[in-house]
């Protein structure tokens, strides 16, 4: 069975230190990959997403960036924190076939930028 | 404008009644596809349902139910027989596949609580 991690499962970090958020899919093999941000009481932005090794889409311009070093790991990162980066931080996973869409997620990142 | 719009902020049901979460949906796509993640409180996002649009039939998993209204542009999640393990937030999504990528969007969500 396909399982995703993430860690770490909550951060505090200050304004101006770097970021770095690993993802990784045990399981399957090719998945597309996704970042997503959730502001509290809000519902889901997406960040960055990734159908393979080395290609990453970004869909929301800003300090942060997405690397796919290898195929089922996904890595978010920021070189400055902004107090505006605190959120909820989901990465999710989804089969690169036509016939299945559903995401799956892992348990999320909880980051406070002080 | 927004892509789907979910216009319950908070809901509430008695356990073991059924509650319906609202979701209606804006595309020109002529292919997408809509589904129900639950959050609960833990924060991570649960896969519930999925509903295509050349889909004859209403989906069903479990408990869970979608009624899709393709004329209507709606696509609500009825969850029936309440569990005090259901409160939880309930996010809408649709995928499109203009363009060949696929990026879902997720509505603002309903919050449930259900009572005992």
């Known amino acids: 069975s396909q399982t995703i991690h993430q860690w770490p499962a909550t951060l505090v970090q200050p304004v101006g230190s770097p970021l770095s958020l690993e993802c990784t899919v045990e399981?399957?093999?090719?998945?597309?990959l996704y970042w997503y941000r959730q502001a509290a009481g809000r519902g889901l932005q997406l960040l960055f997403y990734?159908?393979?090794?080395?290609?990453i889409s970004s869909e929301v311009p800003q300090n942060l960036s997405a690397s796919r070093p290898q195929d089922r790991q996904f890595i978010l990162s920021s070189k400055k924190l902004l107090l505006s980066d605190s959120g909820f931080y989901l990465c999710a996973w989804r089969t690169s076939g036509r016939d299945r869409y559903e995401q799956y997620f892992g348990p999320g990142t909880r980051l406070t930028v002080t | 404008a927004q892509k789907i719009t979910q216009t319950q902020p908070g809901m509430f049901v008695q356990e073991k009644e059924a509650v319906t979460l609202d979701c209606t949906y804006d595309?020109?796509?002529?292919?997408?596809?809509l589904f129900w993640y639950k959050q609960p409180s833990s924060g991570e996002m649960i896969f519930l349902i999925y509903q295509g649009s050349y889909d004859q039939q209403n989906a069903t998993e479990g408990r869970y139910s979608l009624n899709f209204q393709k004329a209507r542009k709606s696509a609500n999640l009825v969850i029936s027989a309440s569990q005090l393990g259901d409160s939880a937030m309930y996010f809408c999504?649709?995928?499109?596949?203009?363009?060949?990528?696929?990026?879902?969007?997720f509505g603002r969500g309903t919050s449930l609580i259900v009572h005992p």
């Open positions: 999504a649709m995928r499109e596949t203009a363009g060949g990528s696929y990026i879902p969007t």
């Open positions: 990734s159908v393979g090794i080395g290609q």
């Open positions: 399981g399957t093999s090719n998945p597309n």
């Open positions: 595309t020109s796509d002529p292919s997408y596809g």
